[in-house]
């Protein structure tokens, strides 16, 4: 097709709407943004118990606070309409899931992670930012996410998902586009309501998901008699979620399915 193309606002005048639409938000997806709150205080508490002893959980234990601070990021981006966004964090927390339970199941990949990028401090090398072939091998999305765990399956489901929508520059960069009378547009907020609910839902079942590969990978750092609380905490928030979900998405296409 031919025609022009149109931006809504510049960069001025969407952050002059900003506060705005973050306190609708809040209010119209009120649920969702509790049950991501309280997720996220179970990642906290959960960095709160861990008493780092074994060496082989120090870089799954540093995976995990890259899983808590994205979650500030992808909330933030949620309830700014940036759903894209929010899917693009996303993906670095599904991959940090993935990683960190390769590294806890095998500890022989340690040194493979941690000599990933072997030019690095080259400034001059044309490869600086290129990992390595091992690195590569070992780590592939094919590694990270395969396994009899449903939880791992279920990220890398998520993991193609965020990388085709949210991440690559292909297709699925092209989405939100739309030509009407000769005008190409691209919205610079989500204004779908189905595509808003299905973001908010898939980002808390993904991080149910990695919460609870995170939790079999740190259970043993936590406290005698702590870990039964954690596990009665997470419980709790999966009944209370799963009625969320009863009420607030029938009208939302391919949600994925959550696991205990």
């Known amino acids: 097709m031919s025609g022009e193309i149109e931006i809504e606002t510049g960069l001025a005048g969407y952050l002059e709407k900003d506060t705005a ?23 906290r508490r959960i960095a709160q118990l861990v008493e780092i002893k074994d060496k082989s959980l ?10 808590l601070n994205q979650s ?10 940036r759903t894209t966004d929010a899917q693009a964090l996303m993906r670095r927390a599904v991959e940090a899931a993935g990683v960190a339970h390769r590294l806890w199941k095998h500890p022989e990949t340690i040194q493979v992670f941690n000599e990933s990028y072997p030019d690095i401090n080259d400034d001059n090398h044309p490869k600086q930012f290129r990992p390595s ?33 949210a991440s690559h520059a292909g297709l699925g960069a092209l989405a939100g586009q739309r030509w009407k009378d000769s005008i190409l547009a691209l919205p ?9 609910g299905r973001t ?36 709790q928030w999966f009944e209370d979620y799963k009625k969320t979900l009863k009420d607030r998405t029938p009208w939302i296409p391919d949600i994925h399915k959550i696991n205990l």
Do not use: C
Request: hydrophobic content about 45%; proline content about 2%.
């Open 72 to 81: 500030y990021g992808v909330a933030s981006e949620l309830l700014r309409r």
């Open 200 to 235: 908010w839902h898939n980002v808390i079942i993904a991080y149910w998901e990695i919460l609870r590969v995170f939790f079999a990978i740190l259970k043993s750092a936590i406290p005698d008699g702590m870990t039964a609380a954690v596990e009665a905490d997470m419980k």
């Open 133 to 165: 072939n091992k690195y590569r091998q070992e780590f592939s999305s094919s590694q990270l996410f395969s396994g009899d765990s449903s939880a791992l399956q279920t990220l890398g489901s998520f993991y193609e998902l965020f990388s085709v929508g």
């Open 21 to 43: 639409v973050v306190e609708t938000s809040r209010k119209e997806w009120e649920p969702e943004y509790t049950a991501l709150s309280r997720l996220v205080d179970i990642f």
């Open 188 to 196: 610079v907020r989500e204004t779908n309501r189905v595509e808003i």
């Open 58 to 67: 120090s870089l799954p234990s540093q995976l995990f606070l890259v899983v």
